[in-house]
């Protein structure tokens, strides 16, 4: 258990609708990091908030955006949903500016 | 983020031990590597994190060349459930943005 939790587990919608995914990372980080996998592209990095403040964007469509509260859980919102975002969406955290990031288990998406 | 290549499979037996190397040719004064390993379905998880030289924990070992092209994973002993995904990553240390960019890691199989 990596300390860091995720909501839902699995999400099955249709396409066209909006979700959304909850994060809520580990006790004392700062820091929290969406990726997405899918199987044909791998793990993506999305996109990574610091204390409140977007820090990084990655492969993050502008159909989705995210943000992190102010007790740090971060909510990642997937609209106008197309069957290419089925994937594991990952949360991950870290105590600082680190490379050691720890991933909570994942919410499966099913866009039908 | 320096590119990394490492092997795409590798198959071992249970005991013995596990060398995974990767290469990073390209890798900055400020990079630091770190390896993480995923079990399908799961989130990737921390296993090590170097920047020259040799660095052990309860896990892995890293060994890292002085000119730090190149770092290798040692897996002592391994066991069926060692059978995952093992990934390299190179990044810097500095700034505030901390993006992992996977690449397609190294599938090690563990046979009985």
């Known amino acids: 258990d990596s300390g860091v939790t995720q909501t839902p587990k699995h999400l099955i919608t249709a396409t066209g609708q909006r979700v959304t995914l909850r994060c809520s990372p580990r006790?004392?980080?700062?820091?929290v990091y969406w990726y997405q996998q899918s199987l044909d592209q791998g793990l993506q990095f999305l996109i990574q908030y610091y204390n409140g403040e977007e820090r990084a964007k990655g492969n993050i469509l502008e159909r989705f955006s995210a943000q992190q509260f102010p007790d740090l859980h971060s909510e990642l919102n997937l609209s106008s949903l197309e069957l290419g975002d089925s994937a594991l969406y990952f949360c991950?955290?870290?105590?600082?500016?680190?490379?050691?990031?720890?991933f909570g288990p994942g919410t499966r998406l099913t866009v039908t | 983020l320096a590119k990394t290549t490492q092997p795409i499979s590798m198959d071992s037996y249970e005991g013995q031990e596990v060398n995974i190397t990767c290469s990073h040719n390209?890798?900055?004064?400020?990079?630091?590597i770190t390896w993480y390993q995923q079990f399908p379905s799961q989130g990737p998880r921390f296993i090590i994190q170097g920047y020259k030289t040799k660095v052990t924990n309860e896990v892995a070992s890293l060994f890292i060349p002085a000119d730090r092209k190149s770092s290798t994973l040692s897996l002592p002993r391994v066991s069926l459930s060692d059978t995952a995904v093992y990934y390299c990553?190179?990044?810097?240390?500095?700034?505030?943005?901390?993006?992992?960019?996977f690449g397609s890691g190294t599938q090690l199989t563990v046979l009985p």
């Open positions: 390209n890798i900055a004064t400020n990079d630091y």
């Open positions: 006790s004392g980080d700062l820091s």
């Open positions: 991950a955290s870290s105590r600082d500016r680190s490379y050691e990031q720890y």
């Open positions: 990553l190179v990044g810097a240390a500095s700034g505030s943005a901390r993006q992992l960019t």
